[in-house]
């Protein structure tokens, strides 16, 4: 009789044991497929919602970025005037990383064919400094030795980063190009932009809210 009632034991004790198994794998499962669908969202949201440089940052999980949408102003294909592309940023407070990080999205060019450039590829941002509503712009000497030339590519070139910033940044009124530090006489000896520029809405074609 003992010996039955140790048998039925044994089996109560097995029977919990497995069940014990059973919870802890679906815990597992359930952890995991949270996981697999929080990643999944992150990375379908960071595709509808491109980075403004082009590059697709590390997805950290469980945190999710604010973004805030820009308006970046590329050149025709026929260097005659500026037209805005919708874009999405990384939200942030400081007024300097958001002209730095427009800046870098004008380098990197627009999204669209139909659009064109209005800074060589090649240029890097040095750094930007706001101070009593300008904006100062320091690029390497790549915006010199890579710039097509041309009144008119200077033009937009310029205005397509005056208008950007100052569109975007209500705090900057004026935008001042520096290279390598210093102030910059002319890109391409046809504009003289040792002086800092306003916003130039005459360029401006299409949507201008």
């Known amino acids: 009789m003992g010996s039955k009632k140790k048998s039925k034991s044994k089996q109560i004790k097995a029977k919990q044991k497995k069940k014990k198994i059973q919870i802890f794998y679906l815990s597992l ?27 697709r940052a590390a997805i ?7 973004k805030q949408k820009v308006k970046l102003y590329f050149s025709d294909p026929n260097e005659r005037f500026l037209i805005p592309e919708d874009r999405y940023i ?28 209005t800074l060589p590829g090649k ?14 712009i320091d690029f390497d000497r790549n915006l010199i030795d890579f710039h097509p030339g041309g009144s008119a ?12 910033i100052i569109i975007n ?5 004026e935008v001042k190009i520096l290279v390598d530090g210093k102030s910059l006489k002319t890109i391409k000896g046809h504009i003289d932009t040792s002086k800092p520029f306003t916003i130039n809405r005459e360029l401006i074609v299409g949507n201008h809210s």
């Open 29 to 55: 499962i359930t952890l995991i497929g949270v996981g697999f669908l929080v990643f999944f969202f992150l990375s379908l949201f960071d595709y509808i919602y491109p980075p403004a440089d082009g590059k």
């Open 60 to 66: 950290v999980p469980m945190v999710k970025k604010e």
């Open 90 to 117: 990384p939200d942030v407070e400081s007024s300097n990383d958001k002209v730095r990080k427009l800046v870098k999205a004008l380098i990197s060019g627009p999204g669209t064919a139909d659009l064109a450039k």
């Open 123 to 136: 240029t890097s941002l040095r750094e930007v400094k706001i101070k009593d509503g300008i904006a100062y």
């Open 153 to 164: 590519s200077e033009m937009l070139t310029i205005y397509s980063l005056t208008n950007t």
């Open 169 to 173: 940044v209500p705090s900057v009124k």
